[in-house]
């Protein structure tokens, strides 16, 4: 099991044109497919006179949610070899969106494979990609009193606090990298009067 997954933090833009067609490629991180569904609507509304806008996008910490659409072109034409990009890089939590200008002249099939291919490889090749750890998530829930214990606590263990609601009575979400998860869960249990809930 990786314990990284490889992503881009950026969005980068490039162009392909062939015979007049111009394939504006888009390629972006996203979080989940609302993210997804926001930017695509802006760049609908940025390109109200592109005859189609072709998209794939892969999300999931081991890319276990993805989709194609050729929005109108033939099948299998634009959807599958712009996810075809993504996937030659191991990329999750991706998307890229290709807008196209029609020229005049129809490409054909292979035609508009390359075409889509190759403007979501030169998008790709404009932005760095990051590997990020998988993360573990994590609920502790403790008086106020221990706070200063908990926070010297989670920052030994580089935890990321997620939501936290400080009263009287404390609990904070925090985010551990997935290789420190199970000594941080054998620790936490060390500090007195925290109780501490693994997330799915």
């Keep these: 099991m990786n314990s990284y997954y490889q992503t881009i933090e950026k969005e980068s833009i490039a162009e392909f044109k062939d015979r007049g067609s111009k394939f504006i490629a888009y390629a972006f991180p996203i979080a989940d497919t609302d993210a997804f569904k926001l930017r695509l609507s802006e760049l609908k509304k940025e390109h109200p006179k592109a005859v189609h806008h072709c998209f794939a996008y892969r999300l999931g910490f081991s890319g276990e949610t993805f989709r194609a659409f050729d929005d109108g072109e033939p099948s299998g034409s634009a959807g599958k070899p712009i996810l075809g990009q993504i996937d030659s890089h191991q990329l999750t939590h991706v998307a890229i969106v290709v807008v196209r200008y029609f020229g005049g002249t129809l490409l054909g099939v292979p035609g508009l494979i390359n075409a889509y291919k190759t403007a979501s490889s030169l ?78």
């Design 123 to 200: 998008a790709l090749q404009t932005v760095p990609f990051v590997q990020k750890p998988l993360l573990a998530h994590f609920v502790l829930e403790f008086d106020y009193l221990t706070m200063n214990d908990v926070m010297v606590f989670l920052r030994q263990f580089g935890a990321h606090p997620e939501s936290q609601e400080v009263n009287l009575f404390c609990c904070i979400k925090v985010s551990v990298p997935k290789t420190k998860a199970e000594e941080f869960e054998y620790r936490v249990n060390e500090l007195r009067g925290v109780v501490c809930k693994k997330q799915q």
